[in-house]
């Protein structure tokens, strides 16, 4: 079974970069999920599905998979590109574009 090693990304609902710093080390799903067809429940057999383990940096991620003889892939983390502003700047004289309020 082939695990993923990963920095996980900044979620939709904070504005900040906490839980995005550490490294994570999962195992892909061997065979898709079911749907229970009477109460609707998705289910699996995988029991490696629910194995989600974090480390401090990619090193140790990757020595630690070395370590117990797991198969990985390596997905490098994609910096943010963030531009600096200042709220200010959204009422300067000489901005482009109108302001309406």
């Known amino acids: 079974m082939v695990a993923r090693i990963y920095q996980p ?3 939709a ?3 900040g970069d906490a839980k995005t710093r550490h490294w994570v080390l999962e195992f892909e799903p061997d065979a898709p999920r079911e749907t229970d067809p ?3 429940w998705t289910s699996s057999g995988d029991m490696k599905q629910q194995i ?3 480390f401090p940096t990619k090193d140790d991620a990757i020595a630690y998979a070395h370590r117990n003889g797991i198969p990985y ?3 490098d983390a994609h ?3 963030r531009s600096k502003k200042a709220y200010a700047d ?5 901005r482009i574009g109108s302001w309406t309020h």
């Open 52 to 54: 989600v383990l974090s």
């Open 13 to 15: 609902m904070q504005s």
């Open 9 to 11: 990304s900044k979620t």
């Open 73 to 75: 892939r390596l997905f």
């Open 90 to 94: 959204n009422f300067k004289f000489g």
């Open 79 to 81: 910096p943010r590109a």
């Open 38 to 40: 009477l109460m609707g």
